[in-house]
């Protein structure tokens, strides 16, 4: 085990850089500010040694026939859910906000009793434009909280239809997500409630998310940054 405590030398402006109240600055795209300064590997900028050139494939909503079709309702939730997870974890943030209802909303509660989010506290309280807002400041290249070694991994699991009508499914399911921010590993577990629409086409899409931490009162190092 490394016991050298020391901090790294980034060069004369280094003491500097560390006092700065904020690491997130604009940038011309060549010079390194902020985060980048500090700590180059550290950077959403630099290139991933191996990575492929191509952009990512990812999974994208329509993959499993509508109930038009004869589908069963319970696998092509199941195969939503588990997309979701997937577009989480591979970041492709604009397709998951995609997978909302245009008045849809993300909403974790402080705790399991809340009723409602106005007027009260919540850990997230977002409709798009709000998603889309946090996925401009993640997807800054100086956000230092999604710089290299920084992951998630989502398992969903117990997807259960509690209703079907025509004003929409009501879905509660399990999840468990592990993330890895460099030499740091933290687990988030709870229960997702879906309620979930069709547009005109047959496509499933979030009308209300919440999710319920059953570790949201314990102690962390740092706030989420993203969706769970």
Do not use: C
């Not at 997130?24 to 900028?45: C, L, N, Y």
């Not at 069963?72 to 997937?86: I, K, N, P, S, T």
């Not at 397709?95 to 106005?118: K, N, R, S």
């Amino acid at each position: 085990m490394n016991t050298n405590t020391s901090l790294p030398s980034a060069g004369p402006d280094f003491e500097r850089l560390l006092s700065q109240d904020v690491v997130i600055e604009a940038g011309d795209g060549e010079t390194r500010t902020g985060a980048q300064a500090v700590a180059p590997d550290h950077s959403p900028r630099a290139p991933v040694a191996g990575a492929a050139s191509t952009a990512p494939s990812y999974p994208r909503a329509g993959l499993v026939a509508t109930s038009a079709a004869g589908t069963d309702v319970q696998r092509e939730v199941e195969q939503f859910l588990y997309g979701q997870a997937e577009l989480l974890d591979g970041k492709h943030w604009q397709a998951w906000i995609d997978l909302f209802a245009p008045t849809g909303v993300y909403w974790m509660p402080v705790t399991p009793e809340q009723t409602e989010w106005e007027g009260s506290p919540s850990i997230f309280a977002e409709d798009k434009l709000m998603m889309e807002i946090r996925q401009g400041r993640v997807s800054h290249p100086n956000a230092w909280s999604q710089a290299p070694m920084w992951e998630t991994s989502h398992l969903v699991s117990h997807v259960t239809l509690e209703s079907i009508s025509d004003a929409g499914i009501r879905v509660r399911s399990r999840f468990h997500m592990m993330e890895l921010r460099r030499d740091t590993i933290r687990h988030f577990g709870g229960s997702y409630r879906h309620t979930l629409v069709r547009d005109n086409g047959g496509a499933l899409h979030i009308q209300l998310q919440r999710v319920d931490l059953f570790n949201a009162q314990a102690p962390f190092d740092y706030v989420l940054q993203v969706w769970v």
